[in-house]
């Protein structure tokens, strides 16, 4: 059994900071990625970033600049830090691991709401 728990989520005004995290915990072997989806109202679900073992992270181009997805690998850990903050990024956020042995978790959500 696998656990993701996300938080950092809430309300913040446009051109503000919001930290997300996600702590993987349970039968975990090896993690090949983690990322960042997000969904909002009425629109599928996307990518944001993804940070994967080997090679450089990967973001969506409207994140491009403005958010930043770390690991920590011991801590099975991710982060996203998201900067200058837009009302269009007001979205659910998920976080997704992806095993090398093929399997792929999600977690809960948490709520982001840019506005003023």
């Known amino acids: 059994q696998v656990q993701l728990v996300e938080s950092g989520g809430g309300l913040v005004q446009p051109g503000g900071s919001l930290r997300l995290s996600c702590a993987a915990s349970?039968?975990?072997?090896?993690?090949?990625?983690m990322g960042w989806y997000r969904q909002a109202p009425g629109k599928q679900r996307e990518l944001v970033a993804v940070?994967?073992?080997?090679?450089?992270?990967k973001y969506a181009d409207s994140v491009q600049g403005r958010f930043t997805i770390s690991r920590d690998n011991a801590k099975n850990t991710v982060w996203l830090q998201m900067n200058s903050l837009k009302t269009e990024d007001t979205a659910v956020y998920y976080c997704?691991?992806?095993?090398?042995?093929?399997?792929?978790?999600w977690g809960q959500g948490t709520q982001v709401t840019v506005s003023s």
């Open positions: 997704k691991i992806f095993l090398n042995s093929g399997s792929e978790y």
């Open positions: 349970g039968s975990i072997f090896a993690i090949n990625a």
């Open positions: 940070a994967i073992s080997r090679g450089s992270p």
